[in-house]
């Protein structure tokens, strides 16, 4: 239980000082620059979640990458069989990742501005 606060602690903490850097993007996107930062920040995403997973002492076997395609759009759909399906699409899918969620999440403080 003690692990799961601190590491849920370490997931609000770093998205609010995080907040600074998602304006750059949101700006970078505004004005025209999304094609140059997108890159930037899937490595920052995938890097953050990586240590999220490591953090909590996830141990990952990642297969079929090969069959994602890096050319198409795509739709990925979570079963949320547990907490961390957005974490690991984050964490180790090769490509930029998108997400659609409830009208809720729009309260979330700072999560907001990453959704």
């Known amino acids: ?63 079929g990458l090969e069959n994602v395609p890096a050319d198409r759009k795509l739709c990925f759909v979570g079963n949320h069989q547990g907490d961390l399906d957005i974490v690991m699409m984050l964490a180790y899918m090769p490509r930029p990742v998108g997400f659609i969620a409830k009208s809720e999440a729009a309260w979330f403080p700072f999560l907001n501005l990453w959704i």
């Open 1 to 63: 239980m003690l692990k799961t606060v601190a590491v849920l602690g370490f997931i609000w903490i770093s998205a609010a000082l995080g907040t600074p850097l998602a304006l750059v993007f949101i700006v970078a996107e505004a004005v025209g620059l999304g094609r140059l930062s997108r890159p930037a920040l899937g490595c920052l995403m995938r890097a953050w979640t990586r240590f999220i997973l490591w953090i909590m002492g996830v141990r990952t076997i990642v297969e």
